[in-house]
């Protein structure tokens, strides 16, 4: 393995992998197709993805992420709902925009902090809310300072 510097200046690894050639050029056509700058930005990437899934799947990982909901705004009450499921876990829930959309649709996108399995049962509870359209849950890496209860340094008496 050879050590290197990225566009950055951070440290990189260089390594190597072998793959059969149809799956390589099924490789190509993604990177192209996405625009990376390189296969090994694409497969960076795809494994960035593979170990915040696995993160999540551990369940009590602290995580900064997004719920995405489209809506129908027309539903009785269901913006009440969704507003109150945010202010029940205020821990959790740094922050939301709405934007209107055309044919009494609305899209939101609330920005989350927490354990994933927490941010998980939110997500799930505000997408199955009647009206909903879709939702969906994009974690990565925590990046937040740290808002979250459970991300705080303890406090001493003083």
Do not use: W
């Not at 510097?5 to 197709?33: F, Y």
């Not at 205020?90 to 927490?118: R, Y």
């Amino acid at each position: 393995m050879n050590d290197a510097l990225d566009a950055r200046g951070s440290s990189v690894t260089r390594i190597s992998i072998s793959m059969p050639e149809d799956l390589l050029q099924e490789l190509d056509v993604m990177v192209a197709r996405r625009g990376f700058e390189s296969r090994s930005q694409a497969i960076g990437a795809m494994i960035n993805d593979q170990l915040l899934e696995h993160k999540r799947q551990l369940g009590e990982q602290v995580m900064v992420g997004t719920i995405t909901l489209l809506y129908d705004r027309s539903v009785k009450g269901l913006q009440k709902q969704l507003s109150d499921l945010q202010c029940h876990h205020i821990d959790e829930v740094i922050s939301s925009l709405h934007v209107h959309l055309m044919d009494k649709q609305m899209l939101e996108v609330v920005l989350v902090q927490g354990p994933a399995t927490k941010l998980q049962a939110i997500a799930d509870a505000m997408s199955t809310l009647r009206g909903v359209i879709t939702g969906r849950l994009q974690l990565m890496a925590a990046t937040i300072p740290p808002v979250h209860p459970l991300t705080a340094a303890p406090r001493t008496a003083g």
